[in-house]
């Protein structure tokens, strides 16, 4: 898609950051799963973000890399796009997510082997039928038992495996 493309370039023009950046088949598979001006939620920041935003989803990210969020937040977003701080030394960095549900959730963050698992927590007050779920770095093996929880747990209709030209792969779960 050109549009990832576009996006990606700008990204890549205030710092490369690729590398962590979320992978084009990750945002292709979103894409083709989830309708305009879709409610989204995101933990993590960065080129998914911004993707996100230009695609006109009303979009809410969570991270608690201050550099990461500053470095969006230089992309000058829409205010449609709702960037929140959260420290993840902190119980309650799950608890900076505003009401849902949302149409998609990616789990891109926080960064770390197993720093995701509190995501298990709170999804269920997130999600709608139909809601499209990612989960992001399913070649580890915490990020991969954490996408088999949320199928159990949601008795998944539909899951996509993909994997991205950066070897990573990704899980994509329609509850």
């Not at 989830?34 to 973000?49: R, V």
């Not at 979009?59 to 977003?77: C, E, G, M, W």
């Not at 949601?154 to 329609?174: C, M, P, Q, W, Y």
Request: hydrophobic residues 40%; charged residues 25%; aromatic residues 8%.
């Amino acid at each position: 898609m050109a549009f990832y493309d576009a996006v990606s370039q700008v990204w890549n023009e205030k710092k490369d950051l690729s590398k962590g950046a979320i992978g084009k088949e990750v945002w292709n598979a979103i894409a083709l799963h989830i309708q305009p001006n879709s409610k989204t939620l995101e933990f993590g920041c960065g080129l998914s973000t911004l993707l996100f935003d230009y695609a006109g989803h009303r979009h809410t990210a969570i991270d608690n890399s201050r550099q990461y969020i500053d470095l969006v937040k230089s992309h000058s977003p829409s205010e449609d796009t709702t960037i929140i701080f959260s420290d993840l030394n902190s119980l309650g960095f799950y608890d900076t997510i505003p009401q849902g549900p949302f149409h998609c959730i990616l789990i891109d963050g926080p960064a770390g082997e197993g720093n995701r698992n509190g995501v298990l927590d709170i999804i269920i007050r997130l999600v709608i039928k139909g809601t499209v779920i990612v989960v992001d770095d399913t070649n580890r093996a915490k990020d991969k038992d954490l996408s088999e929880a949320i199928q159990q747990l949601f008795n998944a209709e539909r899951v996509i495996e993909g994997e991205t030209s950066h070897d990573r792969k990704f899980d994509l779960i329609i509850v």
